[in-house]
């Protein structure tokens, strides 16, 4: 297939491991373009950016669904990460709470 990528080609152009982009690919969130005669996957030129926006929203937190729907487009990049930040603020404040009383004991 002209154009397409092998599992281990997508590994290397994204930095994630082949077993990660498998779990992104089984899960759906990572289309495989196609597959060689010997059953191995195929992947398309924008699985590169894809999988990069994948990675980026794992490390901020978000759990495969969300990142299911904002691919989807079913909701929006913005208000997924306007949540986010409200449920970080949160964390922070109670954080700080803790922060506080420990520092009285000390």
């Not at 990069?52 to 990142?67: A, K, P």
């Not at 989807?72 to 986010?84: I, Q, R």
Request: aromatic content about 4%; hydrophobic content about 50%; overall charge positive.
């Amino acid at each position: 297939m002209i154009g397409t990528m092998t599992i281990g080609e997508l590994a290397t152009r994204t930095g994630l491991s082949v077993r990660r982009l498998r779990f992104y690919a089984d899960a759906g969130i990572l289309p495989v373009e196609g597959r060689t005669e010997s059953g191995y996957r195929r992947f398309g030129p924008g699985a590169v950016a894809r999988a990069r926006l994948i990675r980026t929203l794992r490390e901020l937190g978000m759990g495969l669904d969300v990142i299911k729907q904002v691919l989807a487009m079913e909701t929006s990049l913005v208000g997924v990460a306007t949540e986010h930040v409200r449920a970080i603020e949160a964390q922070i404040a109670v954080l700080r709470l803790q922060h506080a009383v420990l520092r009285a004991f000390i």
